[in-house]
Nanobody, 126 residues
């Protein structure tokens, strides 16, 4: 059983940056790929960014490519999502997720992830 806890959400203005963090227990870097998803009111949960279990490969949704960066600190069992140039369209509840993966694999489908955090709210508004 993997437990995930997100932190770092809040309210920011358009153009601002924000960093989300996810702490996993027990240790996940040896077997699990990690990802961030988000869900806005009335919308389905969507993939934002994912990282392989070794941290060597990443994938991003087209909508965040070039603005968001996912990273992981294996020794601290953390995964981060650095978000920049935020727009109101980025407003959503952001979820950290974990799934067993092969080396170098990054899963992007919500149904492929079996462990989820409770989510954290990000509001982008002027």
């Amino acid at each position: 059983q993997v437990q995930l806890v997100e932190s770092g959400g809040g309210m920011v203005q358009p153009g601002d940056s924000l960093r989300l963090s996810c702490v996993a227990s027990p240790r996940t870097d040896e077997m699990y790929g990690m990802a961030w998803f988000r869900q806005a009111p009335g919308n389905e949960r969507e993939f934002v960014a994912g990282i392989s279990r070794g941290g060597t490969k990443t994938k991003y949704a087209d909508s965040v490519e070039g603005r968001f960066t996912i990273s992981r600190e294996s020794h601290r069992n953390n995964v981060h999502l650095q978000m920049g140039s935020l727009t109101p369209e980025d407003t959503a509840v952001y979820y950290c997720a974990a799934a067993p993966v092969h080396p170098g694999e990054v899963k992007t489908d919500v149904l492929q992830y079996q462990y989820w955090g409770r989510g954290i709210q990000v509001n982008v508004s002027s």
